[in-house]
């Protein structure tokens, strides 16, 4: 039999297949949508003067910053997650989200953008490397783009492995072509270096650069065992569902089984974000999930928070949790590990997104250089942009 190192760890992974839900990409975790699991409930909220009571009866809850370590299971533990949900849901009914600051008040301030004339990532925003928002005007007004490094490309490939991996577990289940665990592995394993080419050249194409040598080979080793990895955990979770529930059809597995992922676009227009955001919609619960593949940084949250917003924009429907998982892939151990940081996505992280939002239109619309921040990360994407206009300008005086 094909694979057998990875049979072996995939029936050591069945063994512990009640490890920790530990991951998800660029997700909106969201109960009531119009997706279809669980069924959508006969009300619709709305913005009105019993939609706070109602959302936080049926599912709120309040994470708070939670920073944790979890060895390894990708696909989610919707049990543990509602332990989660149970034991923190009065804290947000205490702190609750004001009116003011949700998506669907985009006619009216602080949510109300300067202008739409300008319109912009929520990445752009949220990743406030840049203190004095150089960033914005470097590319905005000045067309300057960052210099293209690993960490941008690593961040790429995962995604796109993340992303692939999900859905041609869904397509074999689907096809009939696999109908257990060790099919999908045997299926699906052959496929590695195939969906990790298209990941590096999803990379390449977004970044308008060529991954060095050294660099690619790297990059290869870590997103093939970040697909390997992925596939052994579908195909535990699979067999641990049919095991379960031995007489359901393949749509019951695959939703007992396989996150319900429904990539979408969002328009964040209506309160001054890009026409066409690409959103990860997860339905049972109420939360955005953001995968990040490189260091701690406390601003983070931000892109949750822009997210939600969008979402309760165009969709009237409240977004009220998010969390960010870190993912780490060491060449030595070729496991991935997750760090989680779950927050509430509330009053204070609203207005300070909407501020960034506000402050970056100020910077474009103006078009005036706001300089280097009083402290320069080596990590922003424009440091070695602004270390050597900065040397060629001593070099001149």
Sequence with gaps: MRFRGFFLLYFVVRAFSTFKFCGATSVVLNLHLKYGFPPKPKWKIVASQ???????????????VIVMWCEVLFF??????????????????????SEELRGW??????????????????????????????????????????PPTIKMA?????????????????????????????ELIEDLLPFTRDVVDRAISEAEKTLSAKVGEAEERQLRVEAS??????IVQAAARVDQAISKYPHSDVDSIISVAVPPVIERKVDGSLIGLSRELSVDIYTPF?????????EVREFHPYAATG??????????????????????????????????????????LRREFLELRDEAYEVVSVGKDP????????????????VRESLEASSYK
């Design 50 to 64: 019993y939609s706070r009571q109602i959302q936080h009866n049926f599912y709120s809850v309040f994470w708070e």
């Design 76 to 97: 989610l533990d919707r049990l543990d997650l509602d332990r989660r949900f149970r034991l923190l849901r009065r804290e947000l009914d205490v702190r609750g989200v």
């Design 105 to 146: 008040s985009f006619d009216s301030s602080p949510v109300e953008p300067p202008s739409r004339s300008a319109l912009f990532g929520v990445s752009e925003l949220a990743m406030r490397y840049c203190e004095s928002m150089r960033d914005i005007y470097l590319k905005r007004v000045l067309n300057v783009k960052p």
């Design 154 to 182: 690593r961040g790429i490939v995962l995604h796109a492995v993340n992303r692939e991996s999900l859905s041609a577990v869904k397509r074999l289940l689907f096809s009939g072509d696999a109908k257990s665990g060790s």
């Design 225 to 230: 065992a970040f697909y390997r990895f992925l």
């Design 286 to 294: 109420n939360a955005i999930a953001d995968l990040k593949t490189g």
């Design 307 to 348: 997210y939600a917003l969008a979402m309760e924009a165009e969709e009237n429907i409240p977004v009220d949790f998010g969390f960010v998982i870190y993912v780490q892939i060491e060449p030595s151990r070729l496991v991935p590990s997750f760090r989680l940081r779950y927050f509430v996505i509330g009053d204070e």
């Design 371 to 386: 300089g280097r921040p009083l402290r320069c990360p080596d990590y922003c994407p424009y440091y070695g942009f602004c």
